[in-house]
């Protein structure tokens, strides 16, 4: 070891992970992050695990899962992705983003098994599959009892996917990634569908007949069972709070009635249904009342749907793509109709005009910015798909996101008392935007 692996920071092994693959260059395999996991002596199957995936709200559930088994005094691990502000977020132990000290010492557990695994495959391991392996080797590291695991993008060949999880929960398939993934729902779904490991037990969102479908046959064919929402566990009832809303819940165990959620919207309402379903899958057992309210009413996901208050007050959401961006609207609603203006930054791989259609009802005026991602759609052609969907009126094109808040908050305010500012179109604007806020 080099006097500079001795020195290493968070800092430094950021740099040294950005230096590899991006997230977004996909080499579809589990080769390469099999060799590094058996390596280290496979630390992924020291602890169970509830794997989850779908297209929207991911995040938000792995969190809802995690406050719930923490409540229950399991010592648990959560991976999402991606991060907000700080890299160490995708990693949490115990509720808590894993330490300076744990990442870097997960880094160089990590980094030798995979310069081996470099040297013989024609493809380095990526950004995201060190990620996972490093999440996986502190997991091990903390002798965590339980993991809560994000996939990052579909499922069957994500580098997640090496975790044997006796649950596995599938939140809606929409259309997103579909140059990876495939056009199709279905083609999505398939993808989605690889998390179901043979003898799991996998509980799967309201899907359209031909999705629920597919994941029934394919965990027919692994001798999987498969819970369906609306058929095995339901919402039986919800209601907007100020502090977010109350739910009450069939799950798969028990019922659970007048149970506080501290997030806002009718999808967070499901999501915390599908973490519900998942700890019950779980525990085969039901959850004690008073530990889920506790759970949920101090649950926290950054970035969705979070209120910020203040005037005017700030609404930060990750919707990147129409499915979200409905999901977004709806719970706009559900906060009361106000004048609102949007300050939104895209990736240029998004269905924007989609993004745009199903926020329009919901949106005074739009301002069209970029995030400082080389990926993101600059101001300019953002603000061209605007004006064909909100007309010209209503769109204003300001090339710096800094600059954007600050007309946003103006124009609110100029608007009137009850004016709110949104920001959305991306993880990284959203995680930029809370930082010029100084969140």
Known sequence: MTTTDLDLDVTEVEQRLL????????????????????????PQHGYRSIHITG?????????????????????????????????????????RPIS???FVRAYREVASAAEAVDRESPTPLSFFEMTVAMAYQAFSTAAIDVAAVE???????????V??????????????????????????????????????LAVTARQTPEVEQLLRAHADAHLARLMVEGRDFGLSGRRASGAGQIISVNGLAGHYSEVPLSLHG???????LLAIASVEALLGDVIPLDA??????????????????????????????????????????????RPTVAVLAAMGDKDLAGMLAA???????MICTRNSSPRSLSAHDTAAVARRVLGTDRVVEIDDLSDALVEATSTAAALSEEARVLVTGSVVTVGEARRLLGL
């Open 19 to 42: 230096a590899r693959w991006p997230e977004t260059r996909i080499a579809p395999s589990l080769e390469r992050i099999r060799a590094v996991t058996d390596a280290l002596g496979r």
């Open 292 to 337: 889920l309210r506790r759970a949920l009413g101090s649950a926290r996901s950054p970035g969705r749907l979070e209120v910020l208050p203040g005037t005017p007050a700030v609404i930060l959401d990750a919707a990147h793509n129409p499915d979200g961006a409905r999901a977004l609207a709806a719970g706009l609603s559900d906060l009361g109709p």
């Open 359 to 365: 926020l329009e009802p919901v949106v005074t005026t």
């Open 163 to 200: 975790i044997d999880a006796p649950v596995a929960a599938i939140l809606p398939v929409g259309l997103d990634h579909v140059d990876h993934l495939g056009p199709t729902r279905l083609d999505i779904a398939a993808e989605k569908a690889g998390i179901i490991k043979p003898g799991a």
């Open 55 to 95: 297209t929207n709200g991911k995040t938000s559930t792995a969190r809802m899962v995690e406050a719930i088994l923490l409540e229950l005094g399991s010592r648990v691990g959560r991976f999402t992705s991606p991060h907000l502000a700080d890299i160490r977020e995708r990693i949490s132990i115990g509720g």
């Open 100 to 102: 300076p000290d744990g």
């Open 266 to 272: 009718r999808h967070q309402a499901h999501n915390a």
């Open 151 to 161: 996939v990052g993008m579909g499922g069957m060949w994500d580098a997640t996917n």
